[in-house]
């Protein structure tokens, strides 16, 4: 069943497309990498998803919810992790998740259990009452994530959330993202770092606006690496603009 829908969408910042008739169709339970360089149109595309940009051109669709029709019902579905830290530095993990509950509408004993569930998912139970200040940044990843879980979304949308993050705690953070995916969450995921990817996982090559490629890891790397597909891919769109323009 496809719990995320992008139909023919297209956003343009003046004269410049940032995004050109994109399509993206995917299934729940799933690890969906959005695979592109900076500049790709990755940013773009989330700030659509999470209703701070709105355009005309296609349509989104989050667990059967129209975003442009009923976008309270959509986004309710929808745990959003940005690639910018948005966490309270000098309120408790607990106080934070607390916080944010609150603005999603939900209260009472059902908190406490949601915010013991999420935070025991992610090896953090023992860090609730630490100030956020004092976390690494591996742990004040997992805890954004235990946040974007509060209100049970069926879609988690993670914009290069990587990003600053040593290697342990890269590998850490991808490893639990790719648990949640197993537990039958749909995981979106932009990245510019291919080793980031597992062979079974769905990956949508954006590049310059436009999806490219959309298919599992294994069947795009095509019996050689994934990093060689995505270069080739995105050297051959690069080499026929450069065509077009010579004509």
């Known amino acids: 069943m496809n719990v995320f829908s992008v139909q023919n969408v297209s956003y343009s910042y003046g004269s410049k497309k940032a995004l050109d008739d994109v399509t993206i169709e995917l299934e729940a339970g799933r690890f969906c990498a959005l695979l592109g360089p900076n500049g790709a149109g990755k940013s773009t595309l989330f700030n659509l998803l999470t209703h701070l940009f709105v355009t005309r051109q296609g349509s989104i669709r989050i667990a059967g919810y129209d975003l442009a ?21 000098d309120m408790s993990v607990a106080w934070n998740l607390s916080y944010f509950a609150a603005l999603q509408g939900l209260s009472g004993a059902h908190v406490k259990k949601r915010i013991e569930a999420v935070l025991d998912r992610l090896d953090m139970r023992e860090r609730a009452k630490e100030k956020v200040r004092a976390l690494n940044g591996g742990h004040r990843r997992r805890m954004e994530i235990a946040r974007a879980l509060i209100h049970e979304p069926e879609v988690l949308l993670l914009d290069e959330p990587t990003v600053g993050l040593d290697a342990a705690s890269r590998t850490a953070i991808t490893a639990y993202a790719h648990d949640l995916a197993d537990s039958g969450l749909l995981i979106f995921w932009a990245t510019h770092l291919v080793d980031e990817i597992r062979p079974a996982d769905d990956v949508v090559v954006l590049h310059k606006g436009q999806v490219l490629a959309h298919d599992r890891a294994s069947v795009l790397a095509g019996g050689g690496s994934l990093v060689d597909a995505f270069t080739a891919l995105t050297r051959d769109t690069a080499r026929e603009g450069e065509r077009k323009v010579a004509i």
Not at 74 to 89: K, M, N
């Open 69 to 89: 029709r009923e976008p309270r019902k959509a986004l309710a579905r929808l745990g959003v992790v940005f690639q910018q830290p948005t966490l309270d530095l």
